[in-house]
């Protein structure tokens, strides 16, 4: 078999099942808690086919979603059997007419869209709809029990205050604890007599603080650093180092910008550039490295433009700050300017609630939300704030609208080096124009020749090479014309990042009746959330819009949501699921706390560390539960499958940032970046669309990426709605990453043959190989010594014996194999083999 085969193979083979089945679900299953009383088949439904639907269903299919494709929900017994637009999903004991097993089978319908189900899955469906469908949730409570007012809603837990403090639980093995967090955790396995897994080695603990607060893996000197560190506060040091890195506030940040819908595109259609994005994104990245208090930035992002300020730089990162109010989906040509500006409303109230509240009150704009206790009163008292915000503006070009845009203020400093530029930028137009002046003249004295009769013999050819240099002229004219008008649009000014402000005259809102902008129902005071509302609300100035005091009643630590949201996001992103798993719905739909009194101790303990995001992280990541090895006793792993008790740490593979940031690390070629703006662009055809008095606004396609970013983390790639990621950001499209139209604080995992070919094929991972494989040569000569390096850059710890044996094997009949094919760099060749084949294998793919 030739080499490339054998790869490919090896590739198919081995990562891709691994990947499938090595415990890394993106939504492991998360059955309701079973009854004593369940019948057999209702217990393989808890235990076998609700997992399958949270797993692979639920994403769009459920009332956590805005919008359930096809009006089906799955997450209600009654769901399925009222069905959606095609009719009831399952007909009992009937798979084969049953339009769910159809779509999963892939028939007429194929669902879910990104791939078909694995095999065993599928046959976990049949056979539950084969022996009854046997599903034994309780119908939730309906919209006039549960929505408004309703006191069923409002017990909700999410909505109670969070509790006070309290001692933490005793536990009977004291030694273990690190933390009153692994108190909590170790008293919940004691109760159900069992034990917490094993410390990780040193080794493994290292990687995965390393991937979860940075997103890139130690390098060998960070590793022996720590392996020779023997103080007692050895891991202490290497956290604080990673908090203290630039690379923490990138990884942090790409968490946050999952949340915004983040872009560098306006909308999905006409390819409009959103040329200030960038600003809110280094702002983001900035904010997470200064450990901006998280109420504090709360208020920035709400209401940034309304707060006080010391400073030109203060003000202007204020200012950036509440872009996050309209980075988003936004259709900037709709000529019914009343349904845009209810459309962008709709979707700030929207973000904001996911964002800090895990709250989906967007869900009540036409009616009273089904579930939750948010009444259509309360979405138009949130919304009057919004409506009261100037927030889209008509743009200058026909039917377009924009987001508001501003100037930002400028220190001296910043406003002596911006002349400057104007300067230079004036003398490089001027002296364009005087290029093209000479031009000019020379092609009228060549019209004017042309324009003069031919008298004498030989004047034909002299008239052809004057017709010539006409045309040449005329082309330099043209393509100079472009330039200066290039120039002049895009002349040095001030900078400019998109903002909100309030409107002159805030007012209240009207329902709109079904959502429609022109059907206006009663006038609702502007306002918040009643049922999450503890205490007397902050009352709104009727000159205000009230974002400010709507950021006051977020970031209150009376407010029993947003602490608690945000600890449990937190927790999420280092334990690899929430302690509530619906990390993005705390309404009465969503999943209860594992550990209510955790999560409230967390709170608690955010809020009286003055919100500090690091400082959370750091007593977190410190925590033995942290320390945990991914694997555990066989009978904790039979008793708690799920781990939801936390009895181990959770597996997973690396998100699609980290992966291509430890691809491009380990391999020398990741460099630094500061930020900046993110596209490399090109003009299409339509020139005068720079100029004033145009119809459409100019249009851009995506140029060519300056040579630096294709080794640029991946925070710092353009973000591009309308098409697939291309060139460095190629891989963003195969391995899970948030669609910018989306709020996602959990991203879905999937996995799928495409991944395979990725990792087998593509042009990125054979360089990265490449590159890899020539650090390895250029060091030690001995082969031993080569291997020992490689291991410890590529998986970050030590080589075993066996692995150094098979290595040795596998070079040894690479060598012979390659020299046989006359390859001009057999040795090079051979460890590029080895090299790619680590690179993509499960190890390197997981963070354990």
Same mark, same amino acid.
């Given at each position: ?16 099942? %691994? ?82 097993? !159809? &779509? ?16 065993? &899955?599928?046959?976990?469906?049949? +056979? ?27 017990? @909700?837990?999410?909505? !109670? ?10 536990? @009977? ?51 022996? =650093? ?10 202490? @040091? ?18 946050? %910008? ?59 990162? !204020? ?6 109010? *309209? ?39 036409? @009616? ?25 503006? #008509? ?32 003398? /490089?137009?001027?002296?364009? #124009?005087?290029? +093209? ?14 324009? #003069? ?39 040095? &000014? ?69 602490? +608690? ?7 999420? #992103? ?13 309404? *009465? ?13 967390? &709170? ?60 491009? =690390? ?65 891989? /963003? ?25 990725? *990792? ?32 410890? /850059? ?20 690479? /060598? ?33």
């Amino acid at each position: 078999m030739n080499l490339p085969n054998r790869i490919g193979l090896w590739i198919v083979a081995v990562a891709l099942p %691994l990947i499938v089945g090595s415990g890394i679900d993106a939504n492991p299953a998360r059955a309701d808690e079973p009854s004593s009383s369940d019948t057999a088949a209702e217990r393989f439904f808890r235990d076998q086919a609700l997992p399958v639907l949270r797993q692979y269903c639920f994403e769009c299919h459920s009332h956590a979603t805005k919008k359930a494709k096809g009006g089906l929900v799955l997450d209600s017994r009654s769901g399925w059997e009222q069905g959606g637009e095609s009719g009831p999903a399952i007909v009992p004991g009937k798979p084969e007419e049953s339009l769910l097993i !159809q &779509a999963v089978r892939y028939g007429d319908l194929e669902m879910p869209p990104k791939g078909k189900l694995p095999a065993a &899955a599928i046959a976990t469906l049949e +056979r539950w709809v084969k022996d009854g469908a046997a599903d034994p949730r309780v119908p939730e409570p309906s919209a006039s029990q549960a929505g408004g007012a309703g006191e069923t809603g409002r017990n @909700h837990w999410a909505f !109670q205050p969070i509790r006070p403090e309290s001692p933490p639980p005793r536990v @009977h093995d004291s030694a273990w604890p690190l933390d009153d967090v692994d108190r909590y955790v170790l008293a919940r396995l004691e109760e159900r007599a069992l034990r917490p897994a094993a410390d990780a080695d040193r080794y493994t603990w290292l990687r995965r603080v390393s991937l979860d607060l940075t997103g890139l893996p130690p390098t060998p000197q960070e590793i022996a =650093a720590f392996r020779d560190d023997s103080s007692p506060r050895a891991h202490e @040091h290497v956290v604080d180092r990673l908090l203290g890195s630039r690379a923490f506030g990138e990884r942090w940040g790409r968490h946050w %910008l999952d949340l915004v819908g983040y872009a560098d595109q306006i909308g999905t259609a006409n390819d409009i550039f959103a040329e200030h994005a960038w600003r809110y994104r280094d702002y983001v990245i900035d904010a997470f490295n200064a450990d901006v208090p998280y109420d504090r930035f709360i208020h920035e992002q709400i209401a940034g433009d309304l707060l006080p300020h010391g400073s030109a730089e203060q003000r202007a990162r !204020q200012l950036v700050a509440t872009g996050f109010l *309209l980075l988003g989906d936004l259709a900037v040509v709709e000529a019914d300017k009343a349904k845009l500006r209810i459309d962008v409303v709709d979707q700030q109230v929207d973000k904001v609630g996911r964002a800090f509240l895990g709250m989906t009150i967007a869900c009540a704009r036409c @009616h009273d939300h089904k579930f939750d206790p948010i009444p259509q009163r309360d979405y138009y008292a949130l919304a009057g704030i919004f409506h009261s915000t100037d927030s889209v503006r #008509k743009a200058e070009w026909g039917v377009w609208s924009w987001p508001a845009l501003a100037d930002l203020p400028e220190t001296e400093a910043q406003q002596t080096e911006r002349e400057a530029r104007e300067e230079r930028h004036r003398q /490089r137009v001027d002296a364009l #124009k005087a290029d +093209r002046e000479h031009l000019r003249e020379q092609k009228k004295g060549v019209d004017a020749a042309l324009a #003069k009769p031919a008298n004498a013999p030989g004047d034909d050819s002299a008239r052809t090479a004057l017709v010539h240099v006409q045309n040449d002229l005329a082309a330099q004219l043209a393509k100079l014309d472009s330039t200066i008008l290039h120039a002049e649009f895009f002349a040095p &000014a001030r900078p400019r990042a998109f903002v909100v402000r309030d409107l002159a005259h805030p007012a209240d809102m009207k329902i709109t009746i079904r959502g429609n902008a022109h059907a206006l129902g009663a006038l609702v005071p502007r306002g918040y959330l009643r049922a999450a509302s503890v205490g007397p609300a902050p009352s709104i100035p009727p000159a205000e819009s009230g974002r400010r005091q709507l950021a006051g009643w977020i970031a209150s630590p009376a407010n029993p949501l947003t602490a +608690r949201v945000a600890v449990n996001r937190i927790w999420q #992103k280092l334990f690899g699921e929430g302690i509530v798993r619906s990390v993005d719905y705390f309404g *009465l739909r969503g999943e209860a706390p594992s550990h209510p009194e955790l999560l409230d101790h967390l &709170a608690r303990r955010f809020v009286s560390g003055g919100w500090s995001q690091k400082g959370l992280i750091r007593s977190l990541v410190l925590s033995r539960t942290y320390r945990q090895s991914s694997r555990s006793d066989a009978r904790t792993s039979a008793a708690d499958p799920d781990n939801r008790l936390f009895g181990r740490m959770n597996r997973r593979r690396l998100d699609a940032e980290a992966l291509r940031d430890a691809l491009l =690390a380990v391999s020398g070629r990741l460099i630094a970046c500061s930020g900046g703006p993110s596209l490399p662009l090109e003009y299409r055809e339509n020139t005068g669309n720079l100029e004033k008095g145009a119809v459409n606004p100019p249009s851009f396609r995506l140029g060519r990426f300056r040579p630096e970013q294709e080794f640029v983390r991946t925070v710092y790639l353009p973000v591009i709605r309308s098409a697939p990621q291309a060139g460095p950001a190629e891989l /963003r499209n195969v391995f899970d990453f948030t669609q910018p139209a989306e709020f996602a604080g959990q991203r879905s995992i999937t996995a799928v043959p495409t991944q395979a070919l990725f *990792l087998m094929n593509s042009k990125f991972m054979k360089d990265r190989a490449v590159d890899l494989a020539r650090r390895v040569v250029q060091g030690p000569n001995e082969e031993k010594a080569r291997l020992e390096a490689l291991w410890l /850059r590529a998986f970050n710890r030590p080589i075993t014996d066996a692995e150094t044996s098979d290595a040795r094997t596998f070079l040894s009949e690479l /060598r012979t194999e390659l020299a046989g094919e006359k390859n001009p760099e057999p040795e090079l060749r051979s460890w590029v083999e080895l090299c790619h084949s680590l690179l993509a294998s499960n190890e390197f793919l997981m963070r354990l």
